[in-house]
């Protein structure tokens, strides 16, 4: 987990002035948890929770938020902390494969983040979601990166400018590789103040079936998939319209899938 850590410390630095803040997009996340998980939830649990802002947001709509951070984006949590009303945060600084967490969670979501590590470690985190962490009737909403888009942009590279203003200081290059065997991205990043030092982070992807298979015997199912904020439903649903997979094949880099226990 060193270099994770190290990957999401360091970039988490270049563009905190920007990023570390809440915006539409958590509030979007808030209405996704709402949507899935319906009346009645209490405890949410946020794996990979970076800045904290979906965090604070989620507990600025009333829910007790635990949220779980390895790298060093965590020591921002604290400071968007503010006006939280009835909802209250609880943040730990710690590896999600490692903390101990009280108690069972209505609903557990990770946000742009599940796929580091190998097919065993995703497993290994899906069994102490549904062990361990969610409540019979709960829900998990777990992000997860879509390989169509991905492999359309292996061989890109990007050169991105310092833009003050919108609090982006630093003057970056990106270059993105995708595999076709292992069916995973290589996301590289370096400084143009340190030309000769990369931080790469890799991304295991996952087709919707894919997944359901890789949810195998992990206690949870897939229950729904949603691209674009529309439902397709599970592998083996109806057909869904072909606008919504077409924005699957070309247009999202992830979808949202909707997770429950599997039956006994």
Not at 42 to 64: D, S
Request: hydrophobic residues 40%; glycine residues 10%; charged residues 25%.
């Amino acid at each position: 987990m060193d270099k994770v850590r190290e990957f999401y410390s360091v970039t988490g630095a270049w563009w905190a002035r920007a990023d570390a803040r809440v915006t539409e997009r958590d509030a979007s996340r808030v209405e996704a948890l709402r949507s899935h998980a319906g009346p009645g939830v209490r405890r949410v649990l946020e794996l990979g929770a970076g800045y904290g802002a979906t965090a604070v947001a989620t507990a600025r709509a009333g829910y007790a938020v635990t949220a779980v951070e390895l790298s060093d984006r965590a020591d921002h949590a604290a400071g968007l902390a503010t006006g939280l009303g009835a909802g209250s945060l609880t943040f730990h600084k710690a590896d999600f494969h490692a903390v101990r967490l009280d108690g069972r969670f209505d609903a557990v979501t990770y946000w742009n983040g599940f796929g580091i590590g190998a097919d065993a470690d995703q497993r290994r985190l899906l069994h102490r979601i549904a062990d361990h962490w969610l409540a019979p009737a709960g829900v998990a909403l777990i992000d997860v990166f879509n390989p169509f888009v991905w492999a359309g942009w292996d061989g890109d590279e990007e050169h991105l400018l310092p833009d003050p203003e919108a609090g982006y200081d630093h003057e970056l290059y990106e270059r993105t590789r995708f595999d076709p065997v292992t069916c995973a991205a290589t996301d590289t990043w370096r400084s143009a103040t340190e030309p000769g030092r990369e931080f790469s982070q890799t991304l295991r992807c996952y087709t919707p079936a894919d997944l359901a298979l890789l949810l195998a015997g992990t206690g949870l199912e897939l229950a729904d998939v949603v691209v674009g904020g529309r439902s397709i439903g599970p592998p083996g649903a109806p057909a869904a319209p072909s606008t919504v997979t077409r924005e699957l094949l070309h247009q999202h880099h992830e979808y949202l899938a909707v997770l429950r226990h599997a039956p006994a």
